[in-house]
């Protein structure tokens, strides 16, 4: 196996749930040059590579509880708030369970299991996608080719 092969192995682990399924996601960290931690959200469970070496997720953010009465789900997100986001890494490495990316910014970027600050975010998200969403909602979404197409539940 690669080694490209080998980390986008990991990735769909982590994105699976690393062994807990529904249960474990992945969440994605960044840093700034100074190490100062920038970023922080849980992952919706696809990805894609493209030909440049670009690697497309979908960071979960834009939660919300919708008002009650408005025909709504509990809990909702904007779709066009959580689009996809692009990482150029210049190496990639895996450090126990996470994936570290060095990116092209001089950022870092880690992906790794979601812990307790963004893991409920996330089955929050499972919920909406598997229950509110429809096939085409969901084929757009996990494609990550682009996001001008999608609705908004806000």
């Known amino acids: 196996m690669t080694k490209a092969a080998e980390w986008r192995s990991h990735l769909e ?3 699976a749930g690393a062994g807990a399924g529904l249960e474990g996601g992945a969440e994605l960290e960044v840093s700034d040059r100074s190490g100062e931690v920038v970023f922080l959200a849980p992952l919706a469970r696809h990805f894609r ?3 440049t070496g670009t690697l497309w997720v979908r960071p979960v953010v834009a939660g919300y509880r919708p008002e009650p009465g408005q025909g709504m789900p509990p809990y909702a997100f904007s779709l066009n708030a959580a689009r996809r986001r692009g990482l150029d890494p210049v190496r990639v490495r ?3 369970l996470e994936l570290i990316l060095e990116l092209y910014s001089g950022e870092v970027a880690r992906i790794r ?3 307790p600050e963004t893991l409920p975010e996330l089955q ?3 919920s909406f996608y598997l229950l509110v969403l429809t096939a085409d909602e969901e084929a757009d979404l996990d494609a990550l080719w682009g996001d001008s197409h999608l ?3 806000a």
């Open 49 to 51: 590579v493209d030909e």
């Open 151 to 153: 609705g908004d539940w």
């Open 94 to 96: 895996r450090e126990g």
């Open 124 to 126: 929050r998200w499972d």
């Open 13 to 15: 682990f982590l994105l």
């Open 113 to 115: 299991p979601a812990g």
